[in-house]
C-alpha cells in the first residue's frame, strides 16, 4: 500500500535509503521519463500523442496493412524529432546508478533510445526501437539500424527519406498527415523495400495486438521477480504485459517505488509514490545517495 502524509522530500529521502541497502534494484521507465527531453508523452491529453492520432491508425499491424506509407512516415517523423533532443536528468541519474556496486537495470517501454545516449548498457527495450527497422514479412532477422546508414547501403536506403518527411510534417504539421493519406507530398522510397525478399521494412517496434519480443520480457520477468527494490518511473501502467511488471516485482517480495507527477492505477499497490517529474525526483535521490547515511 503506498505510503501516504509524506512530504516529497521526505519521499525521495526514503527512495535514496532504499537505493543505498538495495542488492538487485531495477526501474521500469515509461514516456514520463523523456517527457523532460522535450518528447510527447501518449496519454496527455491534447497534447500526447494518442491525443492527437489514434493508435489504430498508426501502431497495429492492421494499419501498416492498409496504409505503410501514413504509418512509415508517422515513425519517420518520430525519429526526427528524436534527433532534436538529448536525455535528461532522469536518464542520467538511471545511468549512473548502474556504477553503483549493486548494478542497475532499466526496463523500458521507450522505443527512444536515450537511456542508452545517457549511457546506460543495462536496457532491455519490450517495446523494440525506433532506429531500427526489419522486413515486414520477417524473411530474415536481420535488424537495419540507424546510426548504420553511414555505412550500410540498406541502412541507407532504409532510413533515406527521413528527414524529407520530417522537412514536410515540420512544414504542414498535422496536415502533413492528411496530404500523405490522400496521395499527396509522397516522398519518394518510402516505404523502403526489404533487399531479400521485396516486403517492405517496417519499424522494429513492438504494435497494439503483437507479441512483445520474448527474450526481453522473460528477461524483465526475472528481474521483476529477483528484484529487492523497483522503480516504476513515468508510466501510466496502462499497457500489459509490461504494467504487469511492477505488480510481479511487489508480489515477490520488491519494494515498488512509484514516480509520477500523476496518479496511476500502480498508486495504491506501490509501497512509496513519489508524486514529482523523473529528472528533479531521481537527481535528488542519487544527490542524497551520494551524501550517505545521516547526511541528508
Ligand atoms: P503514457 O503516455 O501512457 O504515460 C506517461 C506517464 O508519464 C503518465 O502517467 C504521466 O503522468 C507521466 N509523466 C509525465 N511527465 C512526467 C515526468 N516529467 N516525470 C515522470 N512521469 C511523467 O506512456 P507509457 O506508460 O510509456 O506502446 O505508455 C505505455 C505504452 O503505451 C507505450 O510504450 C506505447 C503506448 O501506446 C506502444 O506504442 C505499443
Redesign the pocket.
Known amino acids: 500500500m503506498a505510503a501516504t502524509g509524506q512530504s516529497p522530500e521526505q519521499s525521495i529521502k526514503r527512495l535514496a535509503e532504499l537505493l543505498a541497502g538495495a542488492r538487485r534494484p531495477a526501474a521500469l521507465t515509461?514516456?514520463?521519463?523523456s517527457?523532460?527531453s522535450g518528447i510527447p508523452?501518449?496519454?496527455?491529453g491534447d497534447s500526447?500523442f494518442?491525443g492527437r492520432f489514434s493508435?489504430q491508425d498508426l501502431?497495429t499491424p492492421q494499419a501498416f496493412a492498409a496504409d505503410p506509407l501514413l504509418v512509415w512516415c508517422w515513425y519517420a517523423w518520430r525519429r526526427a524529432q528524436l534527433a532534436e533532443v538529448q536525455p535528461n536528468a532522469?536518464h542520467k541519474a538511471l545511468a549512473e546508478l548502474e556504477h553503483r556496486p549493486a548494478g542497475f537495470t532499466v526496463i523500458t517501454?521507450?522505443v527512444d533510445g536515450l537511456h542508452q545516449a545517457a549511457g546506460s548498457r543495462n536496457v532491455i527495450e519490450v517495446?523494440g526501437s525506433i532506429t531500427a527497422v526489419r522486413c515486414s514479412a520477417d524473411c530474415t532477422p536481420r535488424r537495419y539500424r540507424l546510426h548504420e546508414r553511414e555505412t550500410d547501403p540498406t541502412a541507407a536506403t532504409a532510413f533515406g527519406a527521413d528527414r524529407e518527411v520530417a522537412q514536410l510534417v515540420a512544414e504542414r504539421g498535422d496536415e502533413a498527415f492528411a496530404l500523405i493519406r490522400e496521395g499527396h507530398a509522397i516522398p519518394s522510397g518510402v516505404p523502403p523495400v526489404c533487399p531479400s525478399c521485396g516486403a517492405y521494412l517496417r519499424p522494429d517496434?513492438?504494435?497494439?495486438g503483437e507479441e512483445l519480443p520474448i527474450e526481453a520480457i522473460n528477461r524483465s520477468y526475472k528481474l521483476a521477480e529477483r528484484a529487492d527494490v523497483f522503480l516504476a518511473?513515468?508510466?501510466?501502467?496502462?499497457?500489459y504485459p509490461?504494467a504487469g511488471l511492477p505488480e510481479l516485482a511487489g508480489a515477490a517480495g520488491a519494494v515498488v517505488v512509484e514516480?509520477?507527477?500523476?496518479p496511476?492505477p500502480l498508486s495504491n499497490q506501490a509501497d512509496l509514490s513519489i508524486r514529482s517529474?523523473?529528472?528533479s525526483a531521481l537527481s535528488a535521490a542519487l544527490e542524497l545517495l551520494d551524501r550517505g547515511p545521516g547526511r541528508a
Not at 41 to 44: A, D, G, L, P, V
Not at 205 to 208: C, D, H, K, L, Y
Request: no cysteine; hydrophobic share 45%.
Open positions: 515509461g514516456a514520463g521519463i517527457a523532460e508523452t501518449f496519454r496527455s500526447g494518442w493508435p501502431a532522469g517501454q521507450n517495446h517496434v513492438v504494435w497494439f518511473v513515468g508510466t501510466s501502467a496502462v499497457v509490461a514516480i509520477n507527477p500523476e496511476t517529474g523523473a529528472g
